[in-house]
């Protein structure tokens, strides 16, 4: 609780602090969260931008080399998700290093979440969730989970009920989720993955690294998704 998430929405988030899908949920999430960001010293100009900052670390007595590796991996992921990042150029009939320049992921604001679901009973007709309904709002996000299932996706949004099912864990893997500014990117050609956490009352850790470009990127309907019959949305 010392390292409580600050204005720079970095630190720890307390169980039931965020409510994703406030329409059906009667409580908070039943999760607690660490944030961690590009790390970005106070006395850097660059620092007064949103999203951008120095992290908050607990003391090296307390968590020694959390820090080292923490960085390590955030350092990872952003190299594992320009990977992905060239597969959707690539599949949008773009040039391969396309969200690699500067100004989109060269620059990128990519932050890191560190997941610990408690051992609650979820139950959607009674509005108790893990994590309530929601799509991610950036281009990407990387999952990484333990063996517990909870994860669950809907691929129609607009189905009257919609089914849920579940995502199977993918050990030594990420789950890759959309989201919604790539779908506007795109023209809806990606569409972005609306998703949910329904627990069996196991605790349940992931790591979600959400990715997106920089703040001086310009998002509009990119030149290869729109046409005469596919106006930009």
Request: with cysteine; charged share 25%.
């Amino acid at each position: 609780m010392k390292l409580l998430r600050n204005e720079k929405n970095r630190g720890y988030t307390p169980v039931l602090d965020e409510i994703l899908d406030p329409e059906n949920q009667v409580n908070g999430d039943y999760k607690e969260g660490y944030y961690i960001g590009v790390e970005v010293p106070a006395d850097d100009p660059q620092s007064n931008k949103p999203f951008y900052g120095p992290n908050q670390w607990p003391s090296e007595e307390v968590l020694p080399k959390w820090r080292e590796v923490m960085e390590q991996y955030h350092r990872e992921a952003l190299r594992v998700a320009k990977s992905v990042a060239r597969i959707i150029a690539l599949a949008l009939n773009l040039d391969a290093d396309f969200f690699d320049r500067p100004e989109m992921l060269g620059d990128s604001i990519a932050t890191l979440r560190l997941l610990h679901y408690e051992g609650q009973v979820s139950n959607p007709s009674k509005g108790v969730y893990g994590a309530g309904a929601h799509s991610d709002y950036g281009l990407i996000t990387l999952l990484a989970t333990d063996d517990v299932v909870g994860l669950q996706i809907c691929k129609d949004r607009n189905a009257q009920p919609q089914v849920w099912e579940y995502v199977a864990p993918v050990k030594g893997g990420f789950i890759v989720n959309l989201g919604d500014m790539l779908e506007r990117w795109s023209n809806s050609i990606f569409r972005s993955t609306l998703h949910r956490v329904v627990l069996d009352g196991q605790e349940r850790y992931s790591i979600a690294f959400f990715v997106e470009p920089s703040h001086d990127c310009v998002v509009e309907c990119l030149p290869t998704c729109k046409s005469e019959t596919n106006p930009p949305k």
